[in-house]
Each structure stands twice: as C-alpha cells, then as structure tokens.
C-alpha cells in the first residue's frame, strides 16, 4: 500500500510532469522516429536492389535498437523493456504484410491498419504481462 500511495506523491508533483515531459520530447518522439524508419532500411536492406539503398543492415540494427532505447527512455519504461517490442513488431510486420502483399495492392489505410493493429497487438500482451507482474507484486507485499 505505501507504494501505491508513494508512486500517486511522485505523479503529482509539477516538477516530475515537467521533467517527463522534456523527457518525451527529447528522446521519444525523435526514438520512435528512428526506431520505426531504421526497421523498414532493416527490412528493405534484404529485399530491395543493392543500387536503392545502402547495404548496412548491421547499422539498420543498431540504429533499430538506439530508437527503442531512447523511446523508453522518453516514455520512462526502461525498466519495463518488453516495451521495445513493439517497436520490433513494426518492422516485422512491414515484412509479414510484403510477403501476404507483394504487389502492395490496396489503399494506404489498409497497410497503416494491419502494421498498427499489429503493434497495438503486441502492446496490448507486454501491457498484460506487465500488469498481472505488478499485481502479483503487490499480492505478495504484506504493507
């Protein structure tokens, strides 16, 4: 009980809505940014010919996995890094959706739907997963 009551103290005060809000703009928005266009260079970097794009996929990686980082750094989850996963699913998914679509026939709002759905999908799993942990957390906790 007295994290709960620590954790709603924390929330209120003006100063850490500030600072998170610095936070989110430094590092998620520019995080997710980087995240989201490095997956599709991934993803392209094996499937569109070598004179379009730049044969790095070595530096698409690692730029994938800083975007993640900074956008749970920005969003305050790196502690809950299972997070990231759904950065990791967009990319995937854009693959997944080449494949079922090769030609990309249909409108844009069907390709933004299916790698959007995908991605609330996995969000909605880790946000599960990290709910029932917090829950099962505070069960155990006898204050």
Do not use: C, H
């Not at 005060?13 to 266009?37: E, H, R, S, Y």
């Not at 970097?45 to 790095?56: E, H, L, Y």
């Not at 759904?86 to 844009?108: C, D, H, Q």
């Amino acid at each position: 009980m007295r994290q709960i009551i620590n954790l709603l103290k924390e929330e209120n005060n003006l100063q850490t809505k500030i600072w998170k809000g610095v936070l989110f703009i430094l590092f998620a928005i520019p995080g997710a940014l980087i995240a989201v266009f490095a997956g599709i260079f991934l993803i392209a970097s094996f499937s569109v010919p070598k004179d379009r794009i730049p044969d790095t996929p070595i530096l698409y990686a690692i730029a994938l996995l800083t975007g993640t980082f900074m956008t749970l750094l920005g969003l305050g989850k790196i502690k809950q890094w299972l997070y990231g996963l759904v950065f990791i699913s967009m990319p995937l998914t854009f693959w997944l959706y080449a494949l079922i679509n090769p030609n990309m026939i249909g409108e844009t709002w069907t390709f933004l739907a299916f790698i959007g759905g995908m991605a609330y999908l996995t969000f909605r799993v880790v946000n599960n997963f990290y709910t029932k942990k917090q829950l099962n957390s505070l069960k155990n906790d006898p204050f």
